[in-house]
């Protein structure tokens, strides 16, 4: 049976001693406003239903109570006023020309993992990308992938081809949100981001017009969506990617005693950012009193030089491991390693709102990125020191992700060493407590130099977000927006224009 991809990497186990009272911190600021050639009234639902007749789901519908659940248990009590469920770049059109105009969010929805649930706006259209899902590679290696697909549906279908794509460690993350956003994973410093290996896509516009981005048309929209996010500048129905051949894997996990935390977190800052490409590991700090420490990663090649790398790490740490695990994987048996389902087949890996079962879990997050500059390894040790049940996750860049300029594409981090990820488990009982010690934690990073964030871990209360998520590039996109969306159809309290 799959486990929560963060509770595998992280160890989180029964965590929730974070407690919390108040209002939600998820709420910002009203959409920007609209024309005022719109209109207040609601759209004419009955003549959606008559183009996608039981793929709308209305509130009433048998299928509603689940079809418009997100990830994020503490998004349930968002109730959109019509999913849609889109098999083709025609049902996104139709669904457009019938919801613009009204008032209303319009939202795009893939894996449904959006942190804040914008992929499930109250009282808005969800378009539900899930039944476009196609994974199909070309004789060159082209893959092209249906925007609702799932990771471990692209994983699985590339690898019966011999092929494989860097992407996150999630199973049931969908890959649009992911490409666009960045897409930082375990083969990262190989084969650099998602997003780096987009090709072409294809999107539907806010006035129904269907283009494809790609290096030689509409240029300045393929710059934007390798990085700038979901829902920023139309809905992608489908991808293309540069894949790559798919070689042996290594995954390895190394746990440390408590005592020895400070040393893993100084070490791993100087062996990540000397290592070669093929190398990609997390630090996973869990925190307690005192807090524990583990590394998880994987390696392009044999066990034999996966333990040369870690036996240098081990020497630089100077405390042995307390537990090592060293395994050859193949690409697809790796990625389901990763994602915590190495003994499930792919459907298990992926559970379905279809099936009946709800791939949810409660939880609050936020994110800093490293920068160049190694942090203090004791402070951060003594800032997860009591935080029981919260969890600071380092993954590694550098590598192959720092080959390109930071405006190459409008993901900007690419001098940074590794992205921060702290993470708690949460209800809605404990979220406010949960949200307030993990935004404390995020604030506390940036005093030590882990300036910025990262836009897929997206987060309602980050200090001038717009910068954060986007640095130099964030103008740049703004015009982007405002050229293929001027009145703010997929307008949302975090979108580029609102930043």
Known sequence: ?????????????????????????????????????????????????????DRLVLPGDPGYPTARLGYNLLTDDQRPAAVAQCLSPDDVRGCLDIARGHGIPIAARSGGHSYLGYSIPDGGLVIDLRGMRQVEVGPDGTAEVGAG????????????????????????VGVGGLTLGGGIGVLTRKYGLTCDRLAAAEMVTADSGLVTAAPDRESALYWALRGGG??????????SFATAPAPGLT???????????????GAWQSWVASAPFELWASCQISGGTPPSCRIVGCWVGDPAGADA??????????????????????YLDAMKFMAGCSNDTIAQCHPTWEGGVLPQEGFVAVSRMLGPRPLDAAAVTELM???RGVDLLLDSLGGAV????????AFPHRESLASAQVYASADTATEDRARATVDEIRDRLAEL???????NYIDATLPDWGHAYYGANLGRLQQVARHYDPDGVFAFPQSVVAA
């Open 1 to 53: 049976m799959t486990i929560h991809r963060r509770r595998f990497l992280a160890g989180l186990g029964a965590a929730g001693s974070v407690l919390a009272v108040g209002t939600p911190a998820r709420a910002l600021a009203a959409y920007p406003p609209r024309p005022c050639s719109w209109t207040s009234a609601p759209p004419d639902w009955q003549a959606l239903r008559a183009l996608l007749g």
């Open 149 to 172: 697909a799932r990771l471990i549906e692209v994983y699985a279908g590339l690898a019966a081809q011999g092929r494989l794509l860097p992407a996150g460690s999630c199973p049931t």
């Open 230 to 239: 979901g829902g920023n500048f139309g809905i992608v129905t489908r991808f």
């Open 251 to 265: 995954v390895f996990i190394l746990g440390f005693p408590a005592a020895a935390s400070t040393e893993v977190i």
């Open 309 to 330: 790398q870690l036996d240098r790490f081990v020497r630089a740490v100077g405390t042995a491991p307390s537990s090592r695990l060293v395994q050859p994987k193949d």
């Open 385 to 387: 020191t009591g935080r």
């Open 402 to 409: 720092s080959t390109l300029s930071p405006d190459a594409t």
């Open 449 to 455: 130099g882990a300036h910025g964030a990262y836009v």
